[in-house]
């Protein structure tokens, strides 16, 4: 069974940082590229950054780029995002999602985690 498991949001100031964790389980973490996404009250579901599970290559957003950092650890099938630099209208919740290489296979979505940014 594919899960895709997302932890670690929260409350946090302003200027705060959070590290989120997603652990991947049920399938072959080099086949597909994970990636973190936000969706804000009201707002459509949007993407961050991305990360290989075969080469480590990632991508971040202009918007978040500075702040937001991707990385991930193959031989705990889990991919992070760490936010510095938190700002309000950061407040989302977070979704992990694995996109496989073969496009045959179907995408999967993990439970988000609520991430609010308020003094």
């Known amino acids: 069974e594919v899960q895709l498991q997302a932890s670690g949001g929260g409350l946090v100031k302003p200027g705060g940082s959070l590290r989120l964790s997603c652990e991947a389980s049920?399938?072959?973490?080099?086949?597909?590229?994970l990636g973190w996404f936000c969706q804000a009250p009201g707002e459509r579901r949007e993407g961050l950054s991305t990360?290989?599970?075969?080469?480590?290559?990632?991508y971040v957003r202009d918007s978040v780029r500075g702040r937001f950092t991707i990385s991930s650890d193959s031989a705990k099938n889990t991919v992070y995002l760490q936010m510095n630099s938190l700002k309000p209208e950061d407040t989302a919740v977070y979704y992990c999602?694995?996109?496989?290489?073969?496009?045959?296979?179907?995408?999967?979505w993990g439970l988000g985690t609520l991430v609010t940014v308020s003094s």
């Open positions: 999602n694995a996109d496989p290489y073969d496009s045959r296979v179907a995408s999967y």
């Open positions: 990360i290989s599970g075969r080469d480590g290559y990632s």
């Open positions: 049920g399938f072959n973490f080099v086949d597909y590229a």
